[in-house]
């Protein structure tokens, strides 16, 4: 036995070496503040700093294992970042084999991380993790860092009381971003946060930080996250729902209140067009909005939800009830379906920006064509029946323009563009009576209306849109799964591979670039 035993290390690997330190500077240099989009976690000045020390002691050094990762993560951003779009799927691997060269070390990092600087290192893994398909893999680092922040002790206040002003501020924004980020996970995916439901007592960040590129963007982030907590928190389990409906109805109201407050508040730099005129936002402005408006969505589904489950007589669309639960339970789903709308208003002032910060932001206008859809089946004789079957078309033309720009969404624009069509034949079949399903399937009224009321009742039970959407953008399996039990049937959304969504390019799948084990 002792003669096959490796008594040695982990080792590190490198899958590609650094390029000269001339040419990542201007890769990187012009960029670095863009690539941020979840909080400044470096400054200009210290990534520069950090790619010196970097090449001082050695390109393919990882005697600073916190460095090297953090480098080996903003390489890829900027990859991803820099390079035309239609580059974009021969590069992507060499942007995958960066990250490898740190992810080769995240066990370090996890056994050995007791500062700082491995929370950064952990965090700037998830940054470029969150700009991709990989919400197993992004789920476990988010999760990671948290408890490397729990560990050192950054989410208390006698952890401040001795540090300098400039080191307590940053361990301060480690610890937001970390908050944040794990914020996100639940609400997108419904995985518990780490930080639990307690508000945090630390003091918010700064309104102005070193390196960031909208002063007072990581503080309206923050602030969003805490009441991201709350909304998760309006909901509990069917066994005890009937006994404290009441309060849960009481504290989604309390909660929808600040939310408007936290958006009346936004200084005006982060607000969106009003008026009708749109302005283009830059996408950490639009990812405050995306953000508010899925949480007025999610809040609002969950009240639904809760009356229909409150009320023994009701069914799952809501008929049934009460007069009174029936028109709280209106008003709540069409705040949902009015948040949805702003969700692909905010799509249209959007500008054609970088891939995998587009792809990170996909699931909320997704979550809401879906959401539209489901509104409009419920009652196409709506008023806003029609408009909003032109809302979702308005979202289909938006992935044409990123088709046109090279850029591959291919599978989510026939998914879309399929959708929009059961939109607009549902809406014509009220109008006119009498509409074929399609060109290749029977046209008669009966049938068409039979298909559509199946379509119908798949989605009626869905409560959560978010879910729906990122079952079909990520590899998490039990959303995946649930959303091809949902869609299947209705526009053949099938995941090709088993594996990830069904909307997933090729080319953002891991295993394509070798992020995988060999055995």
Same mark, same amino acid.
């Given at each position: 036995?002792?003669?096959?035993?490796?008594?040695?290390?982990?080792?590190?690997?490198?899958?590609?070496?650094?390029?000269?330190?001339?040419?990542?500077?201007?890769?990187?240099?012009?960029?670095?503040?863009?690539?941020?989009?979840?909080?400044?976690?470096?400054?200009?000045?210290?990534?520069?700093?950090?790619?010196?020390?970097?090449?001082?002691?050695?390109?393919?050094?990882?005697?600073?294992?916190?460095?090297?990762?953090?480098?080996?993560?903003?390489?890829?951003?900027?990859?991803?970042?820099?390079?035309?779009?239609?580059?974009?799927?021969?590069?992507?691997?060499?942007?995958?084999?960066?990250?490898?060269?740190?992810?080769?070390?995240?066990?370090?990092?996890?056994?050995?991380?007791?500062?700082?600087?491995?929370?950064?290192?952990?965090?700037?893994?998830?940054?470029?993790?969150?700009?991709?398909?990989?919400?197993?893999?992004?789920?476990?680092?988010?999760?990671?860092?948290?408890?490397?922040?729990?560990?050192?002790?950054?989410?208390?206040?006698?952890?401040?009381?001795?540090?300098?002003?400039?080191?307590?501020?940053?361990?301060?924004?480690?610890?937001?971003?970390?908050?944040?980020?794990?914020?996100?996970?639940?609400?997108?995916?419904?995985?518990?946060?780490?930080?639990?439901?307690?508000?945090?007592?630390?003091?918010?960040?700064?309104?102005?930080?070193?390196?960031?590129?909208?002063?007072?963007?990581?503080?309206?982030?923050?602030?969003?996250?805490?009441?991201?907590?709350?909304?998760?928190?309006?909901?509990?389990?069917?066994?005890?729902?009937?006994?404290?409906?009441?309060?849960?109805?009481?504290?989604?109201?309390?909660?929808?209140?600040?939310?408007?407050?936290?958006?009346?508040?936004?200084?005006?730099?982060?607000?969106?067009?009003?008026?009708?005129?749109?302005?283009?936002?830059?996408?950490?402005?639009?990812?405050?909005?995306?953000?508010?408006?899925?949480?007025?969505?999610?809040?609002?589904?969950?009240?639904?939800?809760?009356?229909?489950?409150?009320?023994?007589?009701?069914? =799952?669309?809501? +008929?049934?009830?009460? #007069?009174?639960?029936? &028109?709280?339970?209106? !008003?709540?789903?069409? %705040?949902? /379906?009015?948040?949805?709308?702003?969700?692909?208003?905010?799509?249209?002032?959007?500008?054609?920006?970088?891939?995998?910060?587009?792809?990170?932001?996909?699931?909320?206008?997704?979550?809401?064509?879906?959401?539209?859809?489901?509104?409009?089946?419920?009652?196409?004789?709506?008023?806003?029946?029609?408009?909003?079957?032109?809302?979702?078309?308005?979202?289909?033309?938006?992935?044409?323009?990123?088709?046109?720009?090279?850029?591959?969404?291919?599978?989510?624009?026939?998914?879309?563009?399929?959708?929009?069509?059961?939109?607009?034949?549902?809406?014509?079949?009220?109008?006119?009576?009498?509409?074929?399903?399609?060109?290749?399937?029977?046209?008669?009224?009966?049938?068409?209306?039979?298909?559509?009321?199946?379509?119908? =009742?798949?989605? +009626?039970?869905?409560? #959560?849109?978010?879910? &729906?959407?990122?079952? !079909?953008?990520?590899? %998490?399996? /039990?959303?995946?799964?649930?959303?091809?039990?949902?869609?299947?049937?209705?526009?053949?959304?099938?995941?090709?591979?088993?594996?990830?969504?069904?909307?997933?390019?090729?080319?953002?799948?891991?295993?394509?670039?070798?992020?995988?084990?060999?055995?």
């Amino acid at each position: 036995m002792r003669t096959t035993t490796d008594k040695g290390p982990f080792y590190g690997r490198v899958f590609v070496r650094l390029p000269a330190q001339p040419l990542l500077e201007d890769l990187l240099q012009p960029a670095i503040e863009k690539l941020q989009l979840h909080g400044p976690l470096l400054s200009r000045d210290e990534f520069l700093k950090l790619v010196s020390d970097q090449y001082a002691a050695g390109a393919d050094c990882m005697a600073n294992p916190s460095r090297w990762v953090i480098i080996n993560c903003f390489m890829p951003l900027a990859l991803h970042h820099r390079v035309a779009r239609g580059a974009l799927p021969g590069l992507s691997t060499t942007a995958w084999s960066f990250f490898k060269n740190a992810f080769s070390i995240y066990p370090e990092l996890l056994i050995h991380g007791n500062d700082p600087s491995a929370c950064e290192a952990l965090l700037a893994m998830a940054m470029f993790l969150l700009g991709t398909a990989e919400a197993r893999t992004t789920s476990q680092v988010t999760a990671a860092v948290a408890r490397m922040v729990h560990s050192l002790g950054l989410h208390q206040l006698r952890y401040y009381r001795n540090l300098e002003d400039s080191e307590a501020e940053r361990c301060r924004n480690i610890f937001w971003m970390a908050y944040i980020m794990n914020e996100d996970m639940t609400q997108k995916y419904g995985l518990p946060s780490p930080f639990g439901n307690e508000a945090p007592a630390l003091q918010l960040p700064s309104e102005k930080i070193s390196g960031e590129m909208i002063p007072g963007y990581l503080r309206k982030l923050a602030e969003l996250a805490v009441l991201q907590s709350r909304v998760s928190r309006v909901s509990i389990t069917q066994k005890t729902l009937k006994e404290v409906g009441d309060s849960i109805l009481d504290q989604g109201t309390v909660t929808f209140g600040d939310l408007k407050s936290w958006k009346k508040e936004l200084p005006w730099n982060m607000q969106e067009s009003a008026g009708g005129s749109e302005k283009e936002l830059s996408m950490p402005v639009a990812l405050l909005h995306f953000r508010y408006h899925s949480c007025v969505t999610k809040l609002h589904m969950r009240v639904a939800h809760i009356l229909v489950t409150n009320d023994t007589s009701s069914t =799952a669309d809501g +008929s049934g009830m009460s #007069d009174h639960t029936q &028109l709280t339970y209106k !008003l709540a789903k069409g %705040l949902a /379906a009015s948040a949805a709308r702003n969700t692909i208003s905010v799509v249209r002032q959007l500008s054609l920006e970088p891939y995998c910060q587009v792809w990170y932001m996909m699931c909320y206008p997704v979550s809401a064509v879906f959401l539209l859809l489901s509104t409009i089946l419920e009652d196409p004789s709506a008023s806003q029946a029609k408009s909003d079957a032109e809302t979702i078309g308005q979202f289909v033309g938006y992935l044409e323009r990123l088709v046109a720009a090279k850029s591959d969404v291919w599978k989510l624009l026939d998914g879309c563009s399929r959708i929009h069509k059961i939109a607009e034949c549902a809406v014509d079949l009220h109008q006119r009576g009498r509409i074929p399903f399609s060109p290749e399937e029977a046209s008669s009224e009966d049938e068409t209306r039979e298909k559509l009321e199946a379509i119908r =009742a798949k989605l +009626s039970p869905v409560t #959560d849109w978010l879910y &729906l959407a990122q079952g !079909l953008l990520s590899n %998490l399996d /039990a959303l995946r799964i649930d959303a091809e039990d949902t869609l299947s049937d209705i526009c053949g959304m099938e995941s090709p591979d088993g594996l990830y969504g069904a909307f997933t390019p090729e080319f953002i799948k891991s295993y394509s670039t070798n992020f995988l084990f060999a055995h």
